[in-house]
């Protein structure tokens, strides 16, 4: 029979590798730097249409290769209503590698979009 002591140090020992487990499943894609641009088209009363773009850049700080990276944007006007939600895709990225990304949202009230939300996953 194991010693009191010793079956402690054990579980212990578990969940250390438990936690750091899963700490190690992050994605690894961290975002970089990020900027909303909005612009409004002319055109006939049917058709006017208008673009929110965020541009930016994120990176693969992890020591092993990313795959299905996406960085997700959801676009807000002034009021915190929701207006569209838009995403761009790499299917690779090397550890360090810096993607440039650009997410654009082309719709009829893009041009209301004053805020956003944004974030990356990988696996």
Same mark, same amino acid.
């Given at each position: 029979?194991?010693?009191?002591?010793?079956?402690?140090?054990?579980?212990?020992?578990?969940?250390?590798?438990?936690?750091?487990?899963?700490?190690?499943? !992050? %994605?690894?894609?961290?975002?970089?730097?990020?900027?909303?641009? =909005? +612009?409004? @088209?002319?055109? /006939?009363? &049917?058709? *006017?249409?208008?673009?929110?773009?965020?541009?930016?850049?994120?990176?693969? !700080? %992890?020591?092993?290769?990313?795959?299905?990276?996406?960085?997700? =944007? +959801?676009? @807000?006007?002034? /009021?915190? &209503?929701? *207006?569209?939600?838009?995403?761009?895709?790499?299917?690779?990225?090397?550890?360090?590698?810096?993607?440039?990304?650009?997410?654009?949202?082309?719709?009829?009230?893009?041009?209301?979009?004053?805020?956003?939300? *944004?974030?990356?996953?990988?696996?």
């Amino acid at each position: 029979m194991l010693n009191k002591d010793y079956r402690r140090l054990i579980w212990v020992v578990i969940l250390l590798a438990v936690i750091s487990g899963g700490c190690s499943r !992050s %994605s690894g894609l961290q975002i970089v730097s990020h900027d909303l641009t =909005v +612009r409004q @088209f002319t055109g /006939d009363l &049917n058709s *006017i249409k208008s673009m929110a773009v965020v541009t930016g850049s994120a990176k693969n !700080s %992890s020591s092993a290769p990313l795959s299905d990276c996406n960085i997700n =944007v +959801r676009y @807000f006007d002034a /009021d915190k &209503n929701l *207006i569209g939600v838009s995403s761009a895709y790499k299917q690779f990225m090397e550890p360090g590698e810096v993607w440039s990304f650009t997410v654009q949202l082309t719709a009829p009230d893009a041009w209301k979009a004053r805020s956003y939300e *944004i974030s990356g996953t990988s696996r």
